[in-house]
């Protein structure tokens, strides 16, 4: 089990990244947009650097929603493989069965 603290830092970065993402994205448009003037986009720059780091998506990290593993994450079921397996063998996973051949 991963620590709580880091959870829920993580946590408070999805919320932070949920807050300011149509802001972010607006900025991101105006600084990527070729057409507009040097010093619009330049402003933009500057704006879209004085916000939370935290609030960047790229500052998340991916954990087991069981466990708060970060590593050996599974994205489709939100599980980290040793969760994953636990639950697939006590049957709690529909269509998951233990291959055998």
Known sequence: MAKKSAIQKNLNKQMQVKKNKSRRDRLKAICS???????????AQLKLSEMPRNGSKIRLRNRCLIT???????RKVKMSRIALREFALSGQIPGMVKSSW
């Not at 708060?68 to 599974?74: Q, T």
Request: net charge positive.
């Open 33 to 43: 947009n070729k057409s507009l003037p040097i010093e619009e986009r330049f402003e």
């Open 68 to 74: 708060g593993r970060p590593r050996g994450y599974y």
